[in-house]
Nanobody, 119 residues
Framework: QLQASGGGLVQAGGSLRLSCVGS????????VAWFRQAPGKEREFVAA??????SYPDSPKGRFTISRDNAENTVYLQENSLRPEDTAVYYC????????????????WGRGTQVTVSS
C-alpha cells in the first residue's frame, strides 16, 4: 500500500515536499510515480523514479524534483516556485517502469494529498 502526504495550503512562490510511503517490497519491485489531478482536468503524470533513474514528462515542470529514501521506503516530490495552476490532488502510484505507469495504468495507488496554491 502507498500513502501520500505533505500537501497543504501555500502561497504562490512557496515550496512543498510531498511524501509517498510504501512497503519495502513495493519500492524494491516497482517504480514509483507522482500524478496530479486538478478539478475538471485529466490526471497528469508529474514524475517517476526507479532504480535506473528519474523520468519526467515530455514537458517537465522544471520546478519539481523526485527523489527517494530507500531506508525509509519513501519517495519525495519537491515542489518549488509553486503557482496557482499547480493546485491539485497529488497521488503516488507504483508499477513497472514504462508507458503504462506514465499513463496511470497500474493497480497500485495511494490516497491523494491536496495541494492548494493561493495567488
Amino acid at each position: 500500500q502507498l500513502q501520500a502526504s505533505g500537501g497543504g495550503l501555500v502561497q504562490a512562490g512557496g515550496s512543498l515536499r510531498l511524501s509517498c510511503v510504501g512497503s519495502g517490497r513495493t519500492f524494491s519491485t516497482y517504480a514509483v510515480a507522482w500524478f496530479r489531478q486538478a478539478p475538471g482536468k485529466e490526471r497528469e503524470f508529474v514524475a517517476a523514479i526507479s532504480w535506473s533513474g528519474r523520468s519526467y514528462p515530455d514537458s517537465p515542470k522544471g520546478r519539481f524534483t523526485i527523489s527517494r529514501d530507500n531506508a525509509e521506503n519513501t519517495v519525495y516530490l519537491q515542489e518549488n516556485s509553486l503557482r496557482p495552476e499547480d493546485t491539485a490532488v497529488y497521488y503516488c502510484a507504483a508499477g513497472p517502469l514504462g508507458r503504462r505507469l506514465f499513463s496511470g495504468d497500474t493497480e497500485y495507488w495511494g490516497r491523494g494529498t491536496q495541494v492548494t496554491v493561493s495567488s
